[in-house]
Protein backbone atom coordinates (compact mmCIF):
# COMPACT_ATOMS: atom_id res chain seq x y z
CA UNK A 1 0.00 0.00 0.00
CA UNK A 2 1.15 3.30 -0.87
CA UNK A 3 1.05 6.42 1.81
CA UNK A 4 1.99 10.07 1.39
CA UNK A 5 2.48 12.34 4.01
CA UNK A 6 1.96 16.23 3.94
CA UNK A 7 3.88 18.69 6.98
CA UNK A 8 1.87 21.84 7.33
CA UNK A 9 2.97 24.40 10.49
CA UNK A 10 -0.44 26.19 9.79
CA UNK A 11 -2.64 23.35 11.81
CA UNK A 12 -4.88 24.89 14.45
CA UNK A 13 -6.33 22.20 17.18
CA UNK A 14 -9.52 24.05 17.01
CA UNK A 15 -8.98 22.64 12.85
CA UNK A 16 -8.64 19.30 13.79
CA UNK A 17 -11.17 19.17 16.20
CA UNK A 18 -13.87 19.85 13.19
CA UNK A 19 -11.82 18.21 10.56
CA UNK A 20 -10.15 14.99 12.04
CA UNK A 21 -11.27 14.69 16.07
CA UNK A 22 -10.78 11.12 15.37
CA UNK A 23 -7.16 11.22 14.68
CA UNK A 24 -6.67 12.79 17.79
CA UNK A 25 -4.27 10.63 20.85
CA UNK A 26 -4.71 11.87 23.55
CA UNK A 27 -8.02 13.41 23.41
CA UNK A 28 -6.53 17.46 23.31
CA UNK A 29 -9.64 18.41 22.14
CA UNK A 30 -9.99 19.17 26.48
CA UNK A 31 -7.33 21.34 26.29
CA UNK A 32 -8.56 23.27 23.88
CA UNK A 33 -9.23 26.93 25.51
CA UNK A 34 -5.47 26.38 26.96
CA UNK A 35 -3.83 25.79 23.44
CA UNK A 36 -4.28 28.29 20.89
CA UNK A 37 -0.89 28.68 18.82
CA UNK A 38 -0.35 27.28 15.27
CA UNK A 39 0.55 23.18 15.57
CA UNK A 40 2.93 21.27 12.63
CA UNK A 41 1.00 18.34 11.84
CA UNK A 42 1.78 15.72 9.47
CA UNK A 43 -0.84 13.81 7.95
CA UNK A 44 -0.75 10.45 6.50
CA UNK A 45 -2.96 9.65 3.56
CA UNK A 46 -3.83 7.09 1.42
CA UNK A 47 -5.75 7.56 -2.09
CA UNK A 48 -6.23 11.19 -0.80
CA UNK A 49 -8.06 9.99 2.39
CA UNK A 50 -6.51 10.58 6.01
CA UNK A 51 -5.07 7.43 7.84
CA UNK A 52 -2.76 8.93 10.18
CA UNK A 53 -1.85 12.14 12.26
CA UNK A 54 0.91 13.46 14.49
CA UNK A 55 0.42 16.91 15.91
CA UNK A 56 3.95 19.35 17.01
CA UNK A 57 4.58 22.44 18.65
CA UNK A 58 7.31 24.68 19.43
CA UNK A 59 8.70 26.33 22.90
CA UNK A 60 9.15 29.82 20.88
CA UNK A 61 13.06 29.51 21.16
CA UNK A 62 12.70 27.26 18.00
CA UNK A 63 15.22 24.67 19.24
CA UNK A 64 12.66 22.27 21.34
CA UNK A 65 9.69 20.47 19.52
CA UNK A 66 7.28 18.51 21.28
CA UNK A 67 4.76 15.88 20.23
CA UNK A 68 0.96 16.34 21.38
CA UNK A 69 -0.61 13.95 19.46
CA UNK A 70 -0.13 11.07 17.48
CA UNK A 71 -2.38 8.26 15.74
CA UNK A 72 -2.63 5.52 13.37
CA UNK A 73 -5.88 4.79 12.12
CA UNK A 74 -7.09 1.23 13.89
CA UNK A 75 -7.00 -0.18 9.77
CA UNK A 76 -3.93 0.97 9.09
CA UNK A 77 -1.41 -0.18 11.70
CA UNK A 78 1.42 -2.24 11.77
CA UNK A 79 2.26 -1.15 8.16
CA UNK A 80 5.84 1.74 9.03
CA UNK A 81 2.43 4.60 8.81
CA UNK A 82 4.06 5.57 12.88
CA UNK A 83 7.80 5.15 11.46
CA UNK A 84 7.16 6.96 8.78
CA UNK A 85 5.55 10.00 10.21
CA UNK A 86 8.03 10.36 13.59
CA UNK A 87 10.58 10.16 10.55
CA UNK A 88 8.81 13.17 8.43
CA UNK A 89 8.35 15.13 11.46
CA UNK A 90 12.16 14.83 12.60
CA UNK A 91 13.63 16.06 9.30
CA UNK A 92 11.33 18.93 9.11
CA UNK A 93 12.28 19.78 12.67
CA UNK A 94 15.49 19.50 11.81
CA UNK A 95 15.22 21.66 8.97
CA UNK A 96 13.46 24.80 10.47
CA UNK A 97 16.79 24.61 13.16
CA UNK A 98 15.48 22.55 15.65
CA UNK A 99 17.48 20.75 18.35
CA UNK A 100 15.75 18.59 20.38
CA UNK A 101 12.46 17.05 20.11
CA UNK A 102 10.60 15.65 23.11
CA UNK A 103 7.42 13.27 23.94
CA UNK A 104 5.12 12.30 27.01
CA UNK A 105 3.01 9.39 27.48
CA UNK A 106 1.15 7.21 29.83
CA UNK A 107 1.85 3.57 31.02
CA UNK A 108 -1.25 2.13 30.35
CA UNK A 109 -2.02 2.80 27.10
CA UNK A 110 -2.54 -0.17 25.04
CA UNK A 111 -0.10 0.88 22.03
CA UNK A 112 2.64 1.63 24.23
CA UNK A 113 4.88 -1.06 23.39
CA UNK A 114 4.59 -0.20 19.65
CA UNK A 115 5.01 3.53 20.52
CA UNK A 116 8.76 2.20 22.19
CA UNK A 117 9.43 -0.06 19.33
CA UNK A 118 9.13 3.06 16.72
CA UNK A 119 10.89 5.76 19.12
CA UNK A 120 14.20 3.05 20.30
CA UNK A 121 14.28 2.17 16.67
CA UNK A 122 14.67 5.79 15.36
CA UNK A 123 17.40 6.82 18.81
CA UNK A 124 15.08 8.38 21.06
CA UNK A 125 16.51 8.16 24.47
CA UNK A 126 15.54 5.45 26.96
CA UNK A 127 11.82 6.09 27.93
CA UNK A 128 11.98 7.49 31.53
CA UNK A 129 9.35 8.04 34.31
CA UNK A 130 8.08 11.17 35.28
CA UNK A 131 5.18 11.41 36.82
CA UNK A 132 2.94 9.15 38.94
CA UNK A 133 -0.51 9.64 38.32
CA UNK A 134 -3.22 8.65 40.74
CA UNK A 135 -7.15 9.08 39.89
CA UNK A 136 -9.94 8.47 42.64
CA UNK A 137 -13.22 8.90 43.89
CA UNK A 138 -13.11 11.11 47.15
CA UNK A 139 -15.73 9.36 48.72
CA UNK A 140 -13.92 6.08 48.89
CA UNK A 141 -11.07 7.10 50.24
CA UNK A 142 -12.70 9.29 52.64
CA UNK A 143 -14.14 6.08 54.07
CA UNK A 144 -10.69 4.74 54.34
CA UNK A 145 -8.53 7.56 56.09
CA UNK A 146 -11.61 7.54 58.64
CA UNK A 147 -10.11 3.90 59.40
CA UNK A 148 -6.75 5.54 60.36
CA UNK A 149 -8.09 7.37 64.00
CA UNK A 150 -5.32 9.92 63.30
CA UNK A 151 -5.29 13.08 64.75
CA UNK A 152 -3.70 16.29 64.12
CA UNK A 153 -1.71 16.99 67.50
CA UNK A 154 -3.06 20.25 69.52
CA UNK A 155 -0.58 22.89 68.55
CA UNK A 156 -1.03 22.09 64.32
CA UNK A 157 -4.33 23.60 62.27
CA UNK A 158 -5.50 23.85 58.94
CA UNK A 159 -6.55 27.01 57.02
CA UNK A 160 -7.41 27.88 53.50
CA UNK A 161 -4.37 29.17 51.43
CA UNK A 162 -6.40 31.35 50.17
CA UNK A 163 -6.89 33.03 53.26
CA UNK A 164 -2.86 33.87 53.85
CA UNK A 165 -1.91 37.15 54.07
CA UNK A 166 1.19 39.40 53.07
CA UNK A 167 3.49 38.74 55.84
CA UNK A 168 2.71 34.24 55.18
CA UNK A 169 3.52 35.34 51.67
CA UNK A 170 6.91 36.89 52.43
CA UNK A 171 7.77 34.51 54.67
CA UNK A 172 7.38 31.62 52.45
CA UNK A 173 9.54 33.25 49.87
CA UNK A 174 12.10 34.46 52.05
CA UNK A 175 12.38 30.86 53.23
CA UNK A 176 12.80 29.66 49.69
CA UNK A 177 15.13 32.22 49.04
CA UNK A 178 17.73 31.92 51.74
CA UNK A 179 17.36 28.53 52.34
CA UNK A 180 15.84 26.92 49.31
CA UNK A 181 13.25 25.85 51.50
CA UNK A 182 10.98 23.42 48.95
CA UNK A 183 11.49 21.92 45.24
CA UNK A 184 10.84 24.30 42.89
CA UNK A 185 8.07 22.08 41.72
CA UNK A 186 6.07 21.93 44.74
CA UNK A 187 5.71 26.03 44.64
CA UNK A 188 2.87 26.95 45.73
CA UNK A 189 1.73 30.22 44.01
CA UNK A 190 1.84 28.48 40.85
CA UNK A 191 -1.16 29.24 38.65
CA UNK A 192 -2.50 30.87 41.98
CA UNK A 193 -5.88 32.47 40.25
CA UNK A 194 -7.23 28.59 39.25
CA UNK A 195 -6.56 26.97 42.62
CA UNK A 196 -9.22 25.10 44.04
CA UNK A 197 -10.53 27.00 47.50
CA UNK A 198 -12.47 24.31 48.95
CA UNK A 199 -8.94 21.76 48.36
CA UNK A 200 -5.92 24.21 49.03
CA UNK A 201 -4.71 24.07 52.27
CA UNK A 202 -1.94 25.35 54.77
CA UNK A 203 -0.75 24.18 57.93
CA UNK A 204 0.26 26.19 60.51
CA UNK A 205 2.22 24.99 64.01
CA UNK A 206 1.55 27.62 66.61
CA UNK A 207 0.43 29.85 63.46
CA UNK A 208 3.32 29.49 61.38
CA UNK A 209 3.02 27.75 58.00
CA UNK A 210 4.98 24.58 58.01
CA UNK A 211 3.18 22.73 54.95
CA UNK A 212 0.59 23.19 51.66
CA UNK A 213 -1.47 21.08 49.39
CA UNK A 214 -2.32 22.63 46.52
CA UNK A 215 -5.00 21.50 43.98
CA UNK A 216 -6.85 23.23 40.83
CA UNK A 217 -9.82 22.15 39.14
CA UNK A 218 -9.11 20.64 36.07
CA UNK A 219 -13.02 19.89 35.19
CA UNK A 220 -16.22 20.85 36.69
CA UNK A 221 -16.25 17.66 38.78
CA UNK A 222 -12.29 16.48 38.46
CA UNK A 223 -9.78 17.90 41.38
CA UNK A 224 -5.93 17.74 40.38
CA UNK A 225 -3.38 17.82 43.83
CA UNK A 226 0.12 19.44 42.12
CA UNK A 227 1.78 20.17 44.94
CA UNK A 228 2.26 18.80 49.13
CA UNK A 229 4.74 20.22 51.04
CA UNK A 230 5.60 19.23 55.00
CA UNK A 231 8.83 21.33 56.50
CA UNK A 232 11.44 18.24 56.99
CA UNK A 233 11.18 18.56 60.88
CA UNK A 234 7.44 18.04 60.99
CA UNK A 235 7.64 14.78 58.90
CA UNK A 236 7.61 12.40 61.25
CA UNK A 237 4.49 12.93 62.64
CA UNK A 238 2.39 12.03 59.45
CA UNK A 239 1.46 15.33 58.69
CA UNK A 240 1.11 14.66 54.94
CA UNK A 241 -1.67 12.12 55.72
CA UNK A 242 -3.59 14.58 57.84
CA UNK A 243 -3.31 16.82 55.45
CA UNK A 244 -4.52 15.03 52.46
CA UNK A 245 -7.29 13.57 54.09
CA UNK A 246 -8.40 17.01 55.30
CA UNK A 247 -7.76 18.20 51.85
CA UNK A 248 -10.24 15.33 50.23
CA UNK A 249 -12.49 15.67 53.00
CA UNK A 250 -13.43 19.35 51.53
CA UNK A 251 -13.22 18.78 48.28
CA UNK A 252 -15.89 16.09 49.06
CA UNK A 253 -17.74 19.01 50.95
CA UNK A 254 -17.71 21.16 48.19
CA UNK A 255 -19.24 18.69 46.01
CA UNK A 256 -16.38 17.71 43.69
CA UNK A 257 -16.44 14.11 43.29
CA UNK A 258 -13.07 12.93 41.65
CA UNK A 259 -9.49 14.17 42.33
CA UNK A 260 -6.42 13.73 40.17
CA UNK A 261 -2.77 13.25 41.81
CA UNK A 262 0.31 13.83 40.13
CA UNK A 263 3.48 13.47 42.04
CA UNK A 264 6.80 13.11 40.33
CA UNK A 265 8.68 9.85 40.71
CA UNK A 266 11.29 11.11 43.61
CA UNK A 267 8.20 12.57 45.60
CA UNK A 268 5.63 10.69 45.16
CA UNK A 269 4.33 11.26 49.13
CA UNK A 270 1.02 12.10 48.36
CA UNK A 271 -0.12 8.75 46.23
CA UNK A 272 1.88 6.46 48.51
CA UNK A 273 -0.92 5.76 51.10
CA UNK A 274 -3.70 5.92 48.46
CA UNK A 275 -1.00 3.15 46.11
CA UNK A 276 -0.66 1.01 49.62
CA UNK A 277 -4.54 0.89 49.99
CA UNK A 278 -5.38 0.72 46.04
CA UNK A 279 -7.43 -2.09 46.38
CA UNK A 280 -10.05 -0.61 48.94
CA UNK A 281 -9.79 2.72 47.34
CA UNK A 282 -10.51 1.67 44.13
CA UNK A 283 -8.01 4.25 42.77
CA UNK A 284 -6.51 4.30 39.30
CA UNK A 285 -3.17 4.34 38.85
CA UNK A 286 -0.60 5.19 36.20
CA UNK A 287 2.95 6.73 35.10
CA UNK A 288 3.67 9.37 32.60
CA UNK A 289 7.06 8.16 30.38
CA UNK A 290 9.39 11.10 28.55
CA UNK A 291 11.43 10.26 25.63
CA UNK A 292 13.71 12.65 23.75
CA UNK A 293 16.10 12.97 20.80
CA UNK A 294 18.28 15.53 20.31
CA UNK A 295 18.41 16.40 16.75
C1 LIG B 1 1.49 4.10 18.22
C2 LIG B 1 0.90 4.09 16.79
C3 LIG B 1 0.76 5.54 16.31
C4 LIG B 1 1.84 3.34 15.88
O1 LIG B 1 1.33 3.45 14.57
P1 LIG B 1 1.59 2.37 13.40
O2 LIG B 1 1.27 3.06 12.13
O3 LIG B 1 0.89 1.10 13.70
O4 LIG B 1 3.17 2.18 13.54
P2 LIG B 1 4.11 1.21 12.70
O5 LIG B 1 3.33 0.48 11.66
O6 LIG B 1 5.28 2.01 12.25
O7 LIG B 1 4.49 0.15 13.84
C5 LIG B 1 5.41 0.36 14.84
C6 LIG B 1 5.88 -0.98 15.38
O8 LIG B 1 4.85 -1.58 16.18
C7 LIG B 1 4.43 -2.83 15.61
N1 LIG B 1 2.98 -2.91 15.73
C8 LIG B 1 2.10 -1.92 15.50
N2 LIG B 1 0.86 -2.38 15.74
C9 LIG B 1 0.96 -3.66 16.10
C10 LIG B 1 0.03 -4.66 16.51
N3 LIG B 1 -1.26 -4.42 16.56
N4 LIG B 1 0.52 -5.87 16.83
C11 LIG B 1 1.82 -6.14 16.82
N5 LIG B 1 2.77 -5.23 16.45
C12 LIG B 1 2.34 -4.01 16.10
C13 LIG B 1 4.86 -2.77 14.17
O9 LIG B 1 5.03 -4.04 13.63
C14 LIG B 1 6.15 -2.00 14.26
O10 LIG B 1 7.18 -2.86 14.73
P3 LIG B 1 8.67 -2.79 14.14
O11 LIG B 1 9.26 -1.50 14.62
O12 LIG B 1 9.33 -4.00 14.72
O13 LIG B 1 8.53 -2.83 12.66
C15 LIG B 1 -0.49 3.40 16.75
O14 LIG B 1 -0.38 2.15 17.40
C16 LIG B 1 -1.62 4.18 17.36
O15 LIG B 1 -2.22 5.03 16.72
N6 LIG B 1 -1.96 3.89 18.63
C17 LIG B 1 -3.03 4.60 19.35
C18 LIG B 1 -2.59 5.99 19.71
C19 LIG B 1 -1.34 6.04 20.56
O16 LIG B 1 -1.15 5.34 21.53
N7 LIG B 1 -0.46 7.00 20.22
C20 LIG B 1 0.73 7.32 20.97
C21 LIG B 1 0.60 8.72 21.42
S1 LIG B 1 2.13 9.40 21.99
Same mark, same amino acid.
Given at each position: ????????????????????????????? #???????????????????????????????? =??? !????????????? #?? =????????????????? =??? #??????????????????????????????????????????????????? /??????????????? /? /??????? #????? /?????? !????????? *????????????????????? *??????????????????????????????????????????????????????????????????? =???????? !??????
Amino acid at each position: MKFEYQISDQVTLDWVIRNMRQYLFPDLS #KKKSRMHKNMIGVVATHEKKPVGLLLCTDDNT =GEN !YRIHSFMTHPQYR #KM =GIGHSMIKEIEAYVKKR =GGR #KIDLYYRAHWPSRYFLEKILTSQDWSEPKEDLIIVKGKASNVNKLFMHTGL /ELPEEYEFGAFREID /E /EDRKYIL #KRKKE /ENWYLD !YLDPFVQES *SMCDAASLVLRKEGMIVGWVI *SHLIAPDLNEFTALFIDPVHRPYKMAHLLMREAITRQQQAGISNFLITSKVDNYVMSRFLLRHAKET =GVFLTRSQ !YSAKQL
